[in-house]
């Protein structure tokens, strides 16, 4: 679902900072040679992300998701200089895909991957994240929440993708449907869960913005 017109999305663009050159060839390439680049984060909600990266300028990141390193790229520009990102994901055969723009950015060093099962790997890590950025695999959205809210520091984000799902979030929902009730749920916690304050943007396929009180 488009919630807004193409001519506008184009407008957003042109009038917002511009896509920086390795990103535009990891987008191409990524169009190019990878199954579902739907995935990608793209110009507009990247430059969101970097925004809001420099913003806190956080020493720790932590990616769920990390597809072919677009979005974890955007999230590096705000980090300290002593800062690390930690991004972790399932798919191997991307593993080397990614490492290759990582070390292109300036940012490999502080780039490190994590290849598995995310359930298993966040209760090992013995960080205090000040940025969270949740794109996986949707069922496990309230999974990942729980697991890193402790992990957060005071005044921390935790942002989240596809919380509009394509507009199913409107729709009456399959019972066969996983993926819509588990997003449907996850927005339910956000909104109700006291250790955060919520705001949902209406970024491509939503992105909501969760700061920890």
Same mark, same amino acid.
């Given at each position: 679902? @488009?919630?807004? =017109?193409?001519?506008?999305?184009?407008?957003?663009?042109?009038? +917002?900072?511009?896509?920086?050159?390795?990103?535009?060839?990891?987008?191409?390439?990524?169009?190019?040679?990878?199954?579902?680049?739907?995935?990608? +984060?793209?110009?507009?909600?990247?430059?969101?992300? =970097? !925004?809001? +990266?420099?913003?806190?300028?956080?020493?720790?990141?932590?990616?769920? $998701?990390?597809?072919? $390193?677009?979005?974890?790229?955007?999230?590096?520009?705000?980090?300290?200089?002593?800062?690390?990102?930690?991004? !972790?994901?399932?798919?191997?055969?991307?593993?080397?895909?990614?490492?290759?723009?990582?070390?292109?950015?300036?940012? $490999?060093?502080?780039?490190?991957? @994590?290849?598995?099962?995310?359930?298993?790997?966040?209760?090992?890590?013995?960080?205090?994240?000040?940025?969270?950025?949740?794109?996986?695999?949707?069922?496990?959205?309230?999974?990942?929440?729980?697991?890193?809210?402790?992990?957060?520091?005071?005044? $921390?984000?935790? !942002?989240?993708?596809?919380?509009?799902? =394509?507009?199913?979030?409107?729709?009456?929902?399959?019972?066969?449907?996983? =993926?819509?009730?588990?997003?449907?749920?996850?927005?339910?916690?956000?909104?109700?869960?006291?250790?955060?304050?919520?705001?949902?943007?209406?970024?491509?396929?939503?992105?909501?913005?969760?700061?920890?009180?």
């Amino acid at each position: 679902m @488009h919630f807004i =017109s193409d001519e506008l999305e184009h407008y957003i663009e042109a009038h +917002s900072e511009n896509e920086p050159e390795l990103l535009q060839q990891l987008n191409r390439e990524t169009h190019q040679k990878i199954m579902q680049p739907r995935m990608l +984060s793209g110009h507009y909600q990247g430059r969101v992300l =970097s !925004l809001i +990266s420099k913003l806190i300028n956080p020493k720790y990141i932590l990616e769920i $998701g990390t597809y072919t $390193g677009y979005s974890a790229l955007c999230l590096a520009e705000g980090l300290q200089k002593n800062g690390e990102l930690h991004t !972790l994901d399932n798919n191997e055969e991307l593993y080397d895909f990614q490492r290759t723009y990582f070390d292109k950015s300036g940012f $490999g060093n502080q780039i490190h991957q @994590h290849l598995g099962n995310a359930l298993e790997i966040i209760p090992e890590m013995d960080l205090v994240f000040d940025l969270v950025f949740i794109d996986a695999d949707k069922e496990n959205y309230t999974n990942y929440f729980h697991l890193i809210v402790d992990k957060l520091k005071p005044g $921390g984000l935790i !942002l989240s993708d596809n919380v509009l799902w =394509s507009g199913k979030v409107l729709e009456p929902v399959k019972d066969s449907d996983k =993926s819509t009730k588990a997003i449907l749920e996850y927005n339910k916690l956000l909104k109700s869960d006291k250790r955060v304050e919520t705001v949902i943007l209406p970024i491509r396929d939503g992105l909501t913005v969760s700061r920890k009180k």
